[in-house]
RNA sequence: GGUCUCGUGGCCGAGAGGCUUAGGCACCGGUCUGCAAAACCGGUUACAGCGGUUCGAAUCCGCUCGAGACCUCCA
């Protein structure tokens, strides 16, 4: 099946037809987090949208190779000498040696992103590991002519750049306008612009986290670790780089005038960005402080909501927004979610037990088409969403009896919505698919409540199903028996 | 202050010149049920405001109001 993919290009704001470099493989690139602290659903967000796109280019059969590095030096807090690194403060707070921190947070990263079912990348590398990468492309940059050393440190050149390419074009910026609008900080004599970012800091003799490199005793600069990363492993040009909005002003912008520099060509040619999550309206975000730990809404355990949520109804509830779309985060829409995703997969467990009829009411290819429609335009899960439930609708009729489905549109469906709802947008099934032991007695509850209502002995009947109600089972009666969820 | 984005029904959220009643949730009525739940059928609520372009605008343009993002670390 051939599918004409359509990909929002942030570099051109244009919706356009993706053509990887190399035919049948794609090279993909996403920031992942700094890990100085817990990720918070904001930061899930994208990591979740990123994971939708390479799901959905895994199954349209490309051979991805999948690069998200994890940020472990800290960044400076600011860009002046006084600025201390985030690592180092976190570690001093916490009493910890700094890779502790990292390993502490990695951790806390990576159990979570498995809560929600994210695809491992292909490659995890860390900053820390490609020093002498980093090392590297600043020589390269300083050998062309767009780096400079002073005291220990190396910054990039803003305007001598800006004469060969346009530093700004990704996020619509002008050298000019960037500099009218710069604030003075301290700390910025060393630089002969302010809109230089450096990309070696000479270390003061307490900080910490340092390295020895051509320029002394240092380390690298905030945006380099990307660009040296994605050239090891994805080449000096390749398909897709992700991120969220936040990232694109400097860090992106950064990375693009880094890749030139050194390499004399733009690194990437489909810049994707994925939007924010808002919680009360405003971006989640750490340093502001409104934030929503997964695991706190996995467990209930957070003063804003009254109950916890499994992660598959938080990704459910991504997907029902474009990825680069704000999503408001709020209880009520995430009870709405819950709601919605156990009517989806309910519906597909009923799909795969349903009676075969000689025809079928309802155009199967044509509904299976709308799913890859929807995902050909730019990722857009909602409408996917819209669409599995037009089959939902279907699946519910067959199930009344009101409409039909011949055996090979009905193998066509599930196959169709088991790839859309558990390969592409990454869904499970919240049960654990081992509880044969449940069933049993589950059976044998439901079984025992059918002869009470045979005896109109409804005190039992209800009795059993309000209490497991009350932990979580609802009994649905049909006139087909009984069946639980 | 500069740059940019957004404002859709009770809530979340697609759509982007006519032809989607998008979809989910909520709500109302009906079918089914011992009663519920689920499911199905039907229904209600909409494109911030004001102008303009057009045969036709939620969709394009202008202005007004409102919200947000980036310009400093952030996904």
Redesign the pocket.
């Known amino acids: 099946m051939k599918q004409a993919l359509y990909i929002q290009n942030s570099l051109s704001?244009k919706k356009e037809e993706f053509k990887p470099i190399h035919k049948g493989f794609v090279g993909m690139y996403a920031?992942?987090?700094?890990v100085y602290?817990y990720?918070?659903?904001?930061?899930c967000?994208?990591?979740v949208s990123f994971d939708l796109v390479y799901r959905y280019l895994l199954h349209l059969g490309y051979k991805v190779r999948y690069v998200r590095n994890i940020?472990d030096v800290g960044?400076?807090?600011?860009?002046a000498d006084e600025?201390e690194d985030?690592i180092a403060k976190k570690a001093k707070l916490e009493q910890l040696e700094p890779m502790e921190i990292v390993q502490k947070y990695t951790l806390d990263f990576h159990d979570v992103l498995r809560k929600f079912n994210t695809l491992p990348p292909s490659i995890e590398p860390t900053a820390t590991g490609h020093i002498i990468e980093q090392i590297e492309m600043i020589r390269k940059i300083i050998d062309n002519g767009y780096a400079y050393e002073i005291n220990g440190s190396v910054y990039f050149d803003v305007n001598k750049y800006n004469e060969s390419f346009p530093y700004g074009e990704l996020?619509?910026?002008k050298v000019e306008?960037?500099i009218?609008?710069?604030?003075d900080?301290d700390g910025q004599e060393e630089k002969r612009s302010?809109l230089d970012?450096a990309l070696w800091k000479n270390a003061s003799p307490e900080h910490i986290m340092k390295w020895a490199s051509p320029w002394g005793i240092g380390f690298p600069g905030?945006?380099l670790e990307c660009s040296a990363m994605s050239t090891k492993y994805l080449g000096e040009q390749f398909d897709i780089h992700g991120?969220?909005?936040?990232?694109?002003?400097?860090?992106h912008e950064c990375e693009i005038a880094q890749g030139c520099s050194a390499n004399g060509k733009s690194p990437v040619n489909y810049w994707m960005?994925?939007?924010?999550?808002?919680l009360n309206?405003?971006?989640?975000?750490?340093?502001?402080g409104n934030v929503v730990l997964p695991n706190e809404l996995f467990s209930g355990e957070n003063l804003e909501l009254d109950k916890a949520y499994h992660p598959m109804v938080v990704r459910f509830?991504m997907m029902?927004?474009?990825y680069?779309?704000?999503?408001?985060f709020?209880s009520?829409?995430l009870?709405?979610?819950e709601?919605?995703?156990?009517?989806l997969m309910?519906?597909f467990k009923t799909l795969q037990s349903l009676p075969a009829a000689l025809t079928s009411t309802e155009n199967t290819e044509t509904l299976i088409a709308g799913f890859y429609e929807?995902m050909n335009?730019?990722f857009?899960s909602?409408?996917l969403?819209?669409r599995?439930?037009?089959a939902?609708?279907y699946?519910?009729?067959i199930?009344?009896k009101?409409a039909g489905i011949s055996e090979k549109d009905k193998e066509s469906l599930i196959g169709a919505m088991k790839a859309f709802i558990f390969d592409v947008m990454g869904l499970q099934f919240k049960e654990d698919q081992d509880n044969s032991k449940l069933n049993g007695v589950m059976d044998l509850v439901i079984d025992l409540?059918q002869d009470a209502?045979a005896n109109?002995d409804?005190a039992t009947?209800?009795k059993i199903?309000d209490y497991l109600s009350q932990i979580g089972i609802?009994?649905?009666?049909?006139?087909d028996g009984?069946s639980w969820s």
């Open positions: 704001g920031c992942g987090p700094t602290n990720v918070h659903l904001g930061n967000r994208t990591f940020t960044h400076l807090e600011n860009d600025g985030k996020s619509g910026r306008e960037l009218a609008g710069t604030r900080l302010p970012f905030w945006h991120g969220g909005m936040d990232l694109k002003f400097p860090h960005h994925g939007n924010m999550l808002t309206g405003r971006k989640m975000s750490k340093s502001a509830f029902q927004a474009h680069s779309s704000t999503l408001d709020t009520e829409a009870n709405a979610a709601k919605g995703f156990d009517r309910e519906a929807a335009d730019d857009n909602p409408v969403v819209a599995l439930f037009e939902v609708k699946i519910n009729s199930n009344d009101k409540r209502r109109k409804f009947s209800d199903r609802t009994i649905k009666d049909s006139k009984a």
